[in-house]
């Protein structure tokens, strides 16, 4: 059994996890972050008091998490009850094995916790329609063109899949 308050305690920060994680990929964090726009009826998505966090599993390496996180941190920077941290994948293997995919140790993994860090369910590593995709092309796609098209599909979408997703882990039904 994890016990995530010590693992939410261990955890970085967004802006500490950019700052002292992400080397390679840091404006691509940055900037994706800083065009982020939240729908307004997600902002209010708890109620009043009500208190929630997100435990992310996730390296500076992978174009999924930085193309998904950033969105969920502004999401959690807006919404008072909200907050967010970030564990390195490759420090926490004992967290990411609870948290495979398909027997694969892909990121990002957004754990949704209750006030008192109870797991309410968990999200990723990409939004499904996105996944789907992904696996009915992995064979027929060269990797740098599935990876260009995985890209526009974040473009277009703009985070509302992921925040939508994210919000239906947490045990929330909201139309993003």
Known sequence: MLD?????????????????????HRGLWQD?????????????????????????????????????????????????????????????????????????????????LDEEFNELGSWGPRPRELQAWVMANKTTMDQAERYKEVRRWYARDRGRTTIREVLEAMGVKEEV
């Open 4 to 24: 995530f308050r010590a693992l939410w305690n261990k955890a970085l920060t967004f802006d500490e996890f950019v700052a002292a994680s992400a080397e390679e």
């Open 32 to 112: 994706v972050y800083r065009l982020a726009r939240i729908p307004e009826r997600v902002e209010m998505a708890l109620a009043p008091g009500e208190k929630r966090h997100l435990l992310v599993l996730a390296e500076d390496w992978c174009g999924d998490a930085s193309n998904t996180i950033p969105v969920l941190a502004r999401w959690a920077k807006g919404v008072d009850g909200l907050s967010l941290r970030i564990l390195r994948r490759d420090e926490h293997p004992e967290v990411m094995d609870e948290y495979l995919t398909n027997g694969s140790r892909s990121i990002p993994i957004v754990i949704a």
